[in-house]
């Protein structure tokens, strides 16, 4: 394993003809760089960003990049610290990413990383193992900063979902701290566009997902992670799947996987499918978006 220095961290390196990926050693599980082979980071770089834990002198480091956390949101639990050095191992194609189990809360956190081929995509698995002698309900949340000054993209459901239409197809859960009227948000009816460039407050909301996908576009570079959806099964947070958050800072792409019980000993994993796009001219409407979608063959 190539291992190198980055914001200060030890990380190994991930890579194949196209991207590259810097995986934290000294802190995480953390994904901390994702770029084209030679190019610029596409994921935010925050290494002062940090988090109060409720009876913790030590605070969680944000860092920026990518991170697992557990559903639902407690602070207590969510902010635990994960300033530690993590334990890296050699799979096929990749890395697994081995978390200490937190002692507060019985969970080991892992990730394993690989790269199915020498194309612009990577598969992030997220694992929540219950090492505790209680069952734990809980589930993979996985969560994507990105640098302020792009524009995600949301899918939207338009089909009926019953023969006749007259039952309804979507749902919008808003935190509290969201301004419905923020000009920010652009309502789409198949899409919804977010423009992180904020100069003040934050918003966030979260919304079933079908489709699976989240998208953000930023200088030319399209991002889209994937995840299966279960329409039959419970999710957290008004059953959000997919949820946007952004402040001033950054803009977070997140997926959360269904609502489960973890019995001791046992484990749950929640895959995110990450592809890379260069050179993609984007056109904020909804016209333009469902041809470029197409285009590429997003579902």
Not at 140 to 147: K, V
Not at 188 to 208: C, D, H, S, T, Y
Request: hydrophobic share 35%.
């Amino acid at each position: 394993m190539e291992t190198t220095r980055f914001l200060n961290l030890d990380c190994v390196r991930l890579k194949n003809k196209s991207i590259e990926l810097l995986v934290t050693q000294s802190v995480g599980p953390r994904i901390i760089r994702l770029s084209f082979l030679e190019g610029k980071n596409l994921l935010a770089e925050l290494p002062d960003l940090e988090l109060d834990c409720p009876g913790k002198d030590e605070k969680l480091i944000l860092y920026g990049g990518h991170r697992l956390w557990h559903a639902p949101q407690v602070e207590e639990r969510t902010y635990l610290p994960d300033n530690q050095p993590i334990k890296i191992e050699a799979i096929e194609n990749g890395l697994e990413v081995i978390q200490s189990t937190e002692p507060e809360t019985g969970i080991q956190k892992s990730m394993q990383i690989t790269l199915p081929d020498n194309g612009p995509t990577a598969v992030v698995d997220h694992s929540l193992k219950n090492e505790s002698i209680w069952p734990i309900e809980t589930a993979p949340w996985a969560i994507t900063q990105l640098p302020e000054g792009g524009v995600a993209l949301m899918p939207q459901l338009t089909e009926n979902i019953d023969a006749t239409g007259v039952w309804p197809n979507r749902s919008i859960a808003l935190w509290p701290f969201t301004d419905i009227n923020s000009p920010h948000i652009h309502w789409g009816n198949r899409f919804i566009f977010v423009e992180a460039n904020m100069q003040e407050g934050m918003l966030k909301f979260g919304f079933p997902n079908p489709d699976g996908w989240l998208a953000y576009h930023r200088d030319d570079t399209l991002f889209i992670k994937h995840s299966v959806y279960h329409p039959d099964a419970p999710y957290f947070d008004r059953g959000s799947s997919s949820q946007i958050y952004c402040d001033p800072r950054l803009l977070e792409l997140e997926t959360v996987a269904p609502k489960s019980v973890i019995a001791p000993g046992e484990s749950v994993t929640h895959r995110e499918t990450w592809t890379l796009y260069s050179d993609i001219q984007f056109e904020q409407s909804e016209e333009a978006t469902q041809t470029l979608t197409g285009q590429l063959n997003i579902p």
